[in-house]
């Protein structure tokens, strides 16, 4: 340490004693602490800033995170009278623009310095301008002393000398207080959030990586135009600037969903709906909504933002006239997204399904209550493309029934003193119900006769097999008909198990999927249809079944628990010694289904099932009648 070093003393002071129990806890996350700092950078003018920070692994008290920047730096006498000065408005004491007047301040309250004690003990400032450099350590242990704040510390002077070194500010944080391990993506993407200052004129890299906005892919955009803003004025004059987006799909991150406000280029607000509450038209457009409000004025003569500098004060009046603003205008994009998607899903449908056109043939009436059916399920946000046109189909052909609708539009017209007639119209009801469910079960008939020739053949489980009964779930279960496979736990189950056989390059066989609806997990194990299976592969079954069940309860919430996990083993043949473990499992939810067990299973439910329907209706009825005849009578088949 150089003799000037000894002869002079840095001192914390706390103008009005303000952090007096302040509790840091505002800036406990990584991103509000490192923010702080990169918000200093700016009204240091720097060109950029270097973030280095662990990231996808746990922190540890020895992890080190630092923030370096190449703005003008801070002589001696500058970190005394002004850095250490907890508390000090910068804005009244020098003004609205920093010191190269280059650019408009984003300090104000003065307790920015102290962010990164909300995720470190230590924080150690190193300091160039002028040819020399400062450099000191806070121990926020040391400035906190019996639970109670010192007012006044004096931190550990490291430097102060001359240097050869370029101007800029480096704060290092060490002693860190946080373990869990911060994602990358999502560090990155809150950081993007944090600031509107981004440009080749203020460049954040993190560990070596540019911090750019990547461009979304919006299927609405107000405005339309990439990068532009629309500028309005409150009724109370006052100006913002703001956009708003739409993506195709589903935001996935929460956080990233709704509009931030933000002041002076830096977050105020972070991302919500400006309070709006249930009950609006489109309310699930929300889940695609993204956008940014600016609004200066939040943080200038007026300061309408929380300490936390994360928030802002909504009761103000001045904030109200925004919050009114903003809702007002959530609900009419909304409006607009819900009008738009509707738009493109009808181009869509006319494009992809031919039976659109043949509204056009349908009498006016009719053609109008078509037209608007079609419609109010193009505004099913939840349904997707392909769902959409099996609908429509399904709608369109039953219009086409004229007697269907003729029953329809009787039925709704029917006084109170038409019992009789209404009687009726119930029993010709049935009698289109009883038709239209046989159809379908004369149709899983013949699916049925299809899977048994699958199986006769020996057609090899996977992929023939596998995508058989992924598709028709019913022939392993008849309550199955709610299920969908579901690629991912499939993939999880690979990754855990899937584990070299020996051979050079192989792997072990894929012999499972699994297939979910929102109350249930069941893994299935097909083995060929000639091949047996025994107390190896229940096991293997088990397993898949214990890591699923874990799996589940891991990302559940508490109030909403996990998905029941089952597990079925269908085999050629299981062997004698095996059943008795068989057994043991099946009250715990596994199963073993035989291949000529499914076929017969499946067979005989539905045809009985066919016999049930068809009771529901006089057996004189011509079309019922005409359920009797061929194709039901197939080759493996016996009639009905």
Request: charged share 30%.
């Amino acid at each position: 340490m150089s003799r000037a070093t000894a002869q002079r003393e840095l001192t914390m002071q706390f103008a009005g004693r303000l952090v007096k129990h302040l509790g840091l806890q505002m800036y406990s996350g990584a991103v509000p602490a490192i923010a702080e700092l990169v918000a200093n950078a700016w009204d240091a003018e720097a060109g950029r800033v270097d973030i280095t920070i662990p990231l996808g692994e746990p922190l540890k008290p020895n992890s080190v995170i630092t923030v370096r920047d190449d703005g003008h730096g801070m002589t001696f006498s500058e970190c005394d009278a002004e850095y250490l000065v907890v508390g000090r408005d910068r804005r009244q004491v020098e003004g609205e623009k920093s010191k190269g007047e280059k650019r408009v301040l984003m300090a104000h309250k003065g307790i920015g310095k102290l962010a990164g004690f909300g995720i470190a003990n230590v924080v150690t400032v190193k300091t160039v301008k002028n040819g020399r450099v400062t450099a000191f350590r806070l121990k926020y242990d040391d400035i906190v002393k019996d639970g109670k704040f010192v007012s006044e510390y004096k931190p550990r002077v490291l430097s102060d000398k001359t240097t050869t070194e370029p101007h800029g500010t480096t704060v290092t944080l060490t002693g860190i207080k946080i373990a869990r391990a911060i994602p990358d993506s999502a560090f990155r993407q809150s950081m993007l959030r944090r600031f509107a200052v981004y440009s080749n004129k203020f460049q954040v890299f993190i560990n070596g990586n540019p911090l750019t906005k990547e461009e979304i892919g919006f299927q609405f955009r107000f405005p339309s135009e990439a990068s532009d803003w629309n500028v309005e004025k409150l009724s109370n004059g006052k100006r913002i600037r703001w956009w708003v987006g739409f993506t195709k799909d589903t935001i996935d991150d929460e956080e990233s969903r709704g509009i931030t406000v933000l002041a002076r280029g830096k977050l105020v607000q972070a991302p919500w709906f400006f309070g709006l509450s249930g009950g609006v038209h489109g309310q699930h457009g929300l889940q695609y909504m993204t956008g940014e409000v600016t609004a200066d004025w939040l943080d200038e003569k007026e300061d309408l933002v929380a300490t936390d500098r994360a928030s802002v004060m909504w009761e103000h009046p001045l904030a109200q006239m925004l919050q009114g603003w903003g809702q007002a205008k959530v609900r009419d994009l909304l409006t607009k997204w819900v009008e738009g998607r509707t738009k493109e899903k009808i181009e869509v449908l006319k494009r992809k399904t031919p039976l659109m056109a043949s509204i056009e043939r349908f009498p006016l009436r009719e053609r109008q209550e078509l037209t608007k059916a079609v419609q109010k399920l193009t505004e099913i946000s939840t349904l997707e493309d392909e769902r959409l046109k099996e609908l429509v189909e399904f709608l369109i052909r039953a219009y086409e029934n004229k007697h269907f609708l003729d029953l329809i539009r009787q039925l709704n017209a029917a006084e109170p003193d038409q019992l009789a007639s209404v009687l009726t119209l119930f029993a010709e009801w049935d009698v289109l119900e009883a038709v239209a469910t046989a159809q379908i079960v004369r149709g899983r008939l013949e699916v049925i006769d299809t899977f048994e020739k699958l199986i006769e053949t020996g057609t090899r489980e996977k992929p023939d097999m596998h995508d058989f009964l992924k598709k028709h779930p019913w022939l392993i279960d008849p309550t199955w008909t709610t299920v969908e496979h579901e690629l991912g736990l499939d993939t999880l189950l690979q990754k855990r198990f899937m584990k070299k056989t020996g051979k050079k390059g192989g792997r072990r066989r894929v012999d499972f999927f699994c297939l979910t609806d929102p109350m249930r997990v069941i893994v299935v194990e097909i083995k060929r249809p000639g091949e047996q299976a025994g107390k190896q592969e229940l096991r293997q079954l088990t397993d898949y079944v214990d890591f699923l069940k874990q799996h589940e309860s891991q990302g559940s919430d508490p109030e909403r628990p996990g998905r029941s996990v089952y597990g079925c083993l269908i085999p050629g043949r299981l062997v004698d010694d095996a059943r008795a473990e068989r057994d043991r499992l099946h009250p715990h939810g596994m199963f073993v289904r035989p291949w000529d067990t499914l076929v017969k299973t499946a067979r005989d439910g539905h045809r009985h099932f066919f016999e049930v329907v068809k009771k529901r209706a006089p057996a004189s009825d011509p079309r019922i009648q005409a359920l009797e005849a061929p194709p039901l009578e197939l080759e493996g088949a016996t009639a009905v």
